[in-house]
């Protein structure tokens, strides 16, 4: 794996019980970068993030971080380097203000400087600012989304794993996601993502990965696999959609 990778996922192998999912997958996500891994149902994309954020034991190869070993280190020892997970679906308490469901992503952790951290990215996304107060339940799905996203930011990190952040939102709203994560990419953090919805996924990427029975079969700058027809029809049921 190159030096230079911000993480470097090596001959990965996980799984359920006696199932393995993950059978030896290897790919690099550099710094500064939105990277996309796309496949088939049961390719494996949920369970390497799972595998790459402590919440499932991978059962062979490594995981490197910054150059550090990080195989197997729990969620909070991640959080801590600057490696932050918004998993697929919602993932907010509905009951709790959108203020506090931010402030919850900071639980683990002593912040002193917590109220500003929140108060900045109320400030930043305009929408969540004018709802502090409310029920997340009120949100819309995407501005639950949104919520997600900004919380996972309250840690400032380095990398961002996202699960399916197009599931379940308009076309106008998964454009707006997705115009977040490429303004992170901008502001250096890098984004490594799940994306059903391939072809524009990949062309707000830099990187592309094609996951297949566990494997990485095709690791490529995004522009080329949009333009090789072989990946819809090999690997995304008969096109990019």
Same mark, same amino acid.
């Given at each position: 794996m190159a030096a230079e990778a911000l993480l470097a996922v090596e001959d990965l192998v996980a799984g359920y019980g006696p199932v393995t999912i993950l059978r030896g997958a290897s790919l690099e996500v550099a710094a500064g970068t939105v990277t996309t891994v796309i496949g088939p149902n049961g390719a494996g994309k949920s369970t390497l993030m799972k595998a790459v954020f402590g919440l499932l034991p991978p059962r062979g190869g490594r995981v490197r971080f910054a150059g550090e070993e990080i195989t197997g280190r729990s969620p909070r020892e991640l959080l801590a380097r600057g490696l932050v997970f918004v998993p697929q679906g919602r993932n907010l308490f509905p009951e709790l203000s959108v203020r506090h469901n931010l402030e919850l992503g900071a639980a683990a952790f002593a912040l002193s400087d917590l109220d500003a951290r929140v108060d900045a990215l109320l400030a930043r996304f305009p929408v969540l600012g004018e709802r502090a107060g409310m029920q997340a339940s009120v949100l819309s799905g995407g501005e639950q989304k949104l919520l997600e996203i900004a919380r996972a930011l309250l840690l400032e990190p380095r990398l961002l794993l996202v699960d399916e952040p197009s599931?379940?939102?308009?076309?106008?709203?998964?454009?707006?996601?997705?115009? !977040? +994560?490429?303004? %992170?990419?901008?502001?250096?953090?890098?984004? %490594?993502?799940?994306?059903?919805?391939?072809?524009?996924? %990949?062309? !707000?990427? #830099?990187?592309?990965?094609? %996951?297949?029975?566990?494997?990485?079969?095709?690791?490529?700058?995004?522009?080329?696999? +949009?333009? #090789?027809?072989? !990946?819809?029809? +090999?690997?995304?049921?008969?096109?990019?959609?």
């Open positions: 599931l379940g939102l308009s076309p106008k709203m998964t454009r707006e996601i997705f115009a !977040i +994560l490429t303004a %992170l990419r901008d502001r250096g953090v890098a984004v %490594l993502m799940i994306e059903q919805n391939a072809k524009s996924a %990949l062309g !707000i990427s #830099d990187v592309g990965i094609v %996951l297949d029975q566990g494997r990485v079969a095709l690791q490529a700058p995004a522009g080329e696999i +949009l333009a #090789d027809p072989r !990946i819809g029809r +090999l690997f995304l049921g008969g096109g990019l959609a």
